[in-house]
């Protein structure tokens, strides 16, 4: 991470990030778990699904992704004509580190007749060895889409994976990764904040485990969660199992309810690398460009634009800056 000068003060600094934005035609796109003040900064914050949709068509030369290497390799994979940068390098995905493109071929020997869907969170090569990709946001339906008979090869998220198969009853072969955040909530946990809240209505990201996810009266991908919350009446509670950097966004979008996280040890690390001075530190020096090998990108792509395409009509609308 870069260090904050100590004789720049915020507001200086979002200033001289605005005009570098200018000067290099950037965009700042933020995953609904960064810090708060880089959401704030940020042109759009979204889910997985809706900062690749604005990764595809944007007109910016520029893409500075805050968030974690796989969401910036998905942007470079969709436009590699743009300079896509990821402001911390070291940002990656314990969830796509479970798998590599190898284990992936060795599976697909072992199941020939199998259609693979992989979780977007994995890597490009992985991408690259897949028939469609989704995203929490969509993999229910991608699932669903597969043509009947066909089983699922789900890779990477084993919960997920688990959730998409019990909502479509369909055959699916499930992988051992998950989330390590994710993972850590428990239904005691869970238990002990409804106890503490018994009014609040639980809000749980896929990528909890099952026997959590039985507990939950909405389950969706953060910007699911974020619809959700808005749609419900002012002076609802919630308890929220996902990573907390949610909690900024649904504050600030609901002024008139109450959220708690379902447990304080829902924080992805990664998720809290980037700071302002890396934003900044990224477009005054073109760091960390993140670029695919022409090879792996055509094979990676065609996975990706499966998924947009099967998006179509029902795409949701790219999220305004709040
Ligand atoms: P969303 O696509 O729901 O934002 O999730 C991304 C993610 O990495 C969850 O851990």
Redesign the pocket.
């Known amino acids: 991470m870069t260090d904050l000068p100590n004789d720049i003060p915020v507001k200086d600094l979002i200033e001289q990030i605005a005009v570098l934005k200018k000067e290099r035609e950037a965009v700042i796109l933020a995953?609904?778990?960064q810090p708060p003040e880089i959401q704030d900064l940020a042109d759009y914050t979204?889910?997985?699904?809706e900062l690749s949709m604005i990764a595809a068509k944007t007109a910016a030369k520029t893409i500075v992704f805050c968030g974690?290497r796989f969401m910036a390799e998905t942007a470079s994979i969709l436009s590699p004509e743009k300079t896509v940068l990821l402001p911390v390098l070291e940002a990656g995905?314990t969830?796509a580190d479970y798998a590599t493109a190898e284990e992936v071929r060795e599976m697909k020997k072992k199941h020939p007749d199998a259609v693979v869907v992989t979780y977007?969170?994995s890597s490009a090569e992985v991408k690259a060895e897949t028939d469609i990709c989704c995203?929490?946001?969509n993999a229910v339906e991608i699932v669903r889409s597969v043509a009947p008979g066909r089983p699922v090869l789900f890779v990477s998220d084993y919960n997920l994976g688990h959730y998409a198969a019990k909502k479509t009853g369909r055959e699916v072969i499930l992988w051992s990764g998950c989330?390590p955040?994710?993972a850590l909530l428990s239904t005691f946990a869970v238990a002990k904040a409804r106890k503490k809240w018994p009014e609040a209505k639980v809000l749980m990201?896929p990528?909890c485990k099952p026997e959590v996810l039985e507990l939950a009266d909405f389950v969706g991908?953060?910007?699911?969660i974020l619809r959700h919350a808005k749609e419900q009446p002012d002076g609802t509670s919630f308890i929220v199992g996902?990573?907390v950097g949610i909690l900024h966004r649904l504050q600030k979008e609901n002024p008139g309810k109450a959220f708690h996280a379902a447990s304080d040890f829902l924080i992805?690390p990664m998720m809290k690398m980037i700071t302002l001075a890396d934003v900044k530190a990224s477009l005054e020096k073109t760091q960390f460009v993140i670029s695919v090998a022409a090879d792996v990108r055509k094979r990676a792509l065609k996975a990706v634009h499966a998924m947009l395409q099967y998006q179509g009509a029902a795409a949701p609308q790219f999220p305004q800056k709040v």
């Open positions: 995953h609904n778990y979204g889910d997985s699904l974690v995905c969830l977007v969170n995203t929490s946001a989330c955040t994710h990201h990528e991908s953060t910007s699911g996902t990573e992805c």
